[in-house]
């Protein structure tokens, strides 16, 4: 049965987009994509510790800031 990983070959290294094959040995074919942003893995990006703690919470995070009937105001 086949099956397909994503990865990304950089100077001699697999990085694995998914989880890596569970196989001690095994045949591959290889196909080369052009480089593009959208393949590479993102760095997840975290906010400064100097902001730790200093956030508030003003109102209620559920509901919309505005009203249901203003959202089609444009259409």
Not at 12 to 36: F, M, Q, R, Y
Not at 40 to 67: N, V
Request: net charge negative; glycine share 6%; proline share 8%.
């Amino acid at each position: 049965m086949l099956q397909s990983y994503q990865a990304i070959y950089n100077h001699g290294h697999l990085t694995w987009l998914t989880d890596k094959p569970s196989v001690e040995e095994a045949h591959v074919i290889v196909t080369l994509l052009p480089v593009e942003e959208a393949l590479m893995p993102k760095a997840k990006r975290q906010p400064s510790r100097r902001i730790a703690g200093q956030g508030k919470i003003l109102g209620d995070i559920i509901a919309p800031a505005a009203p249901i009937e203003d959202w089609n105001e444009l259409a």
